[in-house]
């Protein structure tokens, strides 16, 4: 294990003690904490799976019944009568005038009652041209039965008569109460009767502005409850019930609204149609039962919701029943577009308007169904299990979902509960391993403190040969360390091999010392130790490695300029400093010839922040350039390049060895530094990454590989660095087309 040489024997039982030990509780603690999280996932989704198909059973049951509701109604011969009454007194109502009196009157309802509702849930102003109502019989009937009706908006069904006299008004003041009772029962949200022939809405409960109006061809014949009844039309089948998904309806001022239509037969002639609007407060009872969530097992932040096919809503939210002001804080929080917010916010629904595009949608929507642990639609993970809908009509998916930081609440707890108590067990069996480690070794230490040398932690072997008592310490007598074992077979060893050991060893200390001088020119420490311990081929794969590759540039104009011996004591000077920087920074050099210099980090010491590192490295390589130039008064420059990646370094030779390296870092670097501005740093995107909010790059042009392939680079702060570039320069002229100049923008080829 690494750096148990350097330990003491007594250390090497303690730690040996406490690893198997503490391996064992952790091994059993992370199997213990594996399979509880398993049984507990597998339980959580079972719950889940058992209320989502309860619930889908409810609603698909509840759909049932509406559709045999609808044609028990379509059947019964009092709608049939009604159906055949009120055709008959609509058409009846055609034939009459309308005076311009009572048209002012209905615009002045839309204008003043039913607009300023509406306009609070759609874009845009409404127009009176759009939704008028045409033919006569339609505007009498919304003039009579909502206009002036005398009953406040939401209470128009309470108008049995208009006392107008027609025959329409006798056929409404008998069917009425009973259509009124019959919603009311079932919790529907309108009825209407339908002319199949014209599309002519001949009569509904509540008298919202689709009263009299036509499918076909008036204002509302893109709604969904138009597209019901085309369908109805179309189905020449007897007892055929239709069913349409929601959508926004404008006669219930922008609501979204379901409708469900069936054709009703005066013996074998279809006399009209019968639709229900659908009431989403009956979907969303059955999906939270009653607001019950905990009773169905659904926790805290669980929740069974609908999806359609368009990958919105079709029931509640939860969160946006219990708290709608956090439920809104939630979706800007997730970055939900501003409109669709607004939209929740006004209808006070997000039926039909947030999206689900969750994994467990898309899936229920395809067919599927299963569980899977998954983000929701709230931002958070979540357990989901998830299914279609069999509804006739619509395409839906029903989805139950827990938070997946509740339904782990109690492997957290359980995980806290290990840790505490593995550190507990860790403090027990450190006492432990160090009472018997001292068991073990009090013979081996009496051995050695009788013989005078130690290897103490972390210190290498010493002797006592040059010190005054060195005769004294080998005469002494034979310890007797106790028992007649081993151990004193080994005590007598050490006597007779302790003063042969004592005359060489600073002979060999000595020698030591100038070899590993030697070794250390050549190669790095560790590399050295790997050496001297027998490994002499030395090849290594290193997967984090950054190269600095430094071009100095005017050594030969500097020559010229002020001599042999001042170039070479300045270059020496810049030389030794670059060194003692690198090494303060664990930055190693690995070749200065001509006028580069080559240096790694992260080669033979892993550093998490050798890019960063090196990049101070070459910051600090311009300040002392620059301290070089103002001493000597030479005008060197630097061309810095900086890559990093994967490299392979390896012990080249046998006679004359060296430890060469090669891999992209060295030749992309090689390259940059080649085609870098004098006194700048020019790095690849791996080195830009992570230190790009340390330091001030710029965008730099791609730089081209000998295999043809581009890189992008980045200038080390251009803009910054000016000052720091004159300053450098200072006191040098340069022409325009001089490959040294530092304003010049041009790249060397």
Same mark, same amino acid.
């Given at each position: ?129 759009? =939704? %008028? $109502?045409?033919? #006569? &019989? ?7 039965? @909502? ?5 406040? +908006? !939401? ?93 926004? =309806? %404008? $006669?219930?001022? #922008? &609501? ?7 054709? @009703? ?5 279809? +006399? !009209? ?477």
């Amino acid at each position: 294990m690494f750096g148990l040489k350097h330990l003491s024997i007594k250390s090497k039982l303690q730690i040996i003690l406490l690893f198997a030990s503490l391996g064992s509780i952790l091994v059993i603690s992370y199997l213990s904490w594996s399979k509880a999280r398993e049984i507990l996932t597998h339980r959580i989704f079972d719950q889940l799976t058992s209320v989502r198909a309860s619930k889908a059973y409810q609603v698909e049951a509840y759909f049932k019944n509406l559709e045999n509701h609808l044609q028990t109604l379509c059947e019964n011969q009092m709608t049939v009568a009604a159906m055949r009454e009120f055709n008959q007194s609509f058409d009846d109502l055609d034939k009459i005038s309308f005076s311009l009196e009572r048209d002012a009157k209905v615009e002045s309802y839309y204008t003043q009652e039913f607009f300023p509702r509406l306009a609070k849930n759609i874009e845009g102003e409404p127009l009176f041209e759009t =939704y %008028r $109502p045409t033919g #006569n &019989a339609a505007r009498e009937l919304q003039y009579q039965y @909502i206009a002036n009706n005398p009953n406040p +908006v !939401g209470k128009k069904d309470v108008l049995d008569d208009a006392k107008d006299n027609s025959k329409y008004s006798a056929v409404h003041r008998r069917y009425h109460p009973l259509f009124r009772n019959l919603i009311k029962r079932f919790g529907y949200s309108d009825l209407f009767l339908i002319d199949a022939e014209t599309g002519d809405i001949v009569y509904t409960v509540y008298k919202e502005t689709d009263f009299g109006t036509n499918l076909y061809s008036g204002p509302y014949r893109n709604t969904n409850l138009a597209e019901v009844v085309r369908q109805a039309r179309d189905n020449p089948d007897l007892g055929a019930i239709q069913l349409v998904d929601f959508q926004f =309806y %404008r $006669p219930s001022y #922008n &609501a979204p609204a379901a409708f469900i239509a069936g054709s @009703i037969y005066d013996g074998s002639r279809r +006399v !009209g149609i019968l639709a229900v609007q659908l009431p989403v407060d009956e979907i969303n009872r059955v999906l939270t039962g009653n607001q019950n969530w905990k009773q169905d097992g659904l926790g805290d932040t669980g929740e069974t919701y609908l999806v359609g096919d368009d990958l919105r809503l079709r029931s509640a939210a939860r969160l946006l029943l219990e708290n709608p002001a956090a439920y809104l804080d939630v979706l800007r929080h997730n970055q939900v577009r501003s409109e669709i917010v607004s939209s929740i916010e006004k209808l006070k629904t997000a039926l039909l308007v947030l999206p689900i595009n969750t994994e467990a949608a898309k899936k229920s929507m395809a067919g599927k169904s299963g569980t899977q642990i998954m983000q929701g639609y709230g931002g958070s993970d979540v357990l989901s299990s998830y299914a279609p809908l069999n509804i006739h009509g619509v395409n839906w998916g029903i989805i139950s979902e827990m938070a997946l930081s509740e339904a782990y609440a109690p492997i957290n707890a359980l995980q806290n509960y290990l840790l505490l108590s593995t550190i507990v067990l860790i403090l027990l069996l450190t006492l432990l391993a160090t009472i018997a480690s001292q068991r073990l070794m009090r013979p081996i230490d009496l051995m050695i403190q009788r013989y005078g040398s130690r290897h103490v932690e972390g210190k290498p072997l010493t002797s006592s040969v040059d010190s005054p008592d060195a005769d004294a310490d080998n005469s002494t007598p034979e310890m007797d360390i106790g028992d007649d074992d081993e151990l004193r077979e080994l005590s007598q060893i050490f006597q007779e091999m302790r003063q042969q050991i004592h005359e060489k060893i600073a002979a060999l200390a000595q020698k030591e010392q100038e070899n590993e001088m030697l070794l250390l020119n050549i190669l790095p420490r560790p590399l050295m130790e790997r050496w001297r311990q027998g490994d002499t081929k030395l090849v290594d794969r290193v997967q984090q490695v950054t190269v600095i590759a430094i071009q100095i540039v005017g050594l030969a104009k500097s020559t010229e300029q002020q001599g042999v011996q001042t170039v070479a004591n300045a270059f020496n000077e810049f030389i030794v400093q670059l060194d003692d920087t690198g090494e303060k920074s664990d930055i190693e050099r690995l070749d200065c010839f001509g006028d580069r210099y080559i240096a790694a980090c992260g080669l033979t010491k892993p550093r998490l922040d050798h890019v960063k590192r090196v990049v101070d490295f070459a910051h600090e390589a311009l300040n002392l350039v620059k301290a070089v130039n103002q001493k000597y008064n030479l005008g060197l420059n630097l061309r810095i390049g900086i890559h990093t990646g994967a490299v392979t370094a390896a012990l080249i030779g046998q006679k004359k060895f060296r430890y060469d390296l090669w891999g992209e870092p060295l030749s992309i670097a090689s390259q940059l530094e080649r085609q870098a501005e004098p006194n700048t740093i020019r790095v690849t995107q791996a080195v830009y990454d992570p230190v790009r909010d340390l330091f001030p790059f710029e965008s730099n042009k791609s730089v081209v590989l000998e295999d043809k392939r581009t890189l992008p680079t980045w200038v080390l702060g251009k803009t910054g660095l000016r000052d720091l570039i004159d300053e450098l320069t200072f006191g040098l002229s340069f022409d325009d087309d001089d490959d040294l100049n530092p304003h010049s923008t041009e790249e060397r080829d």
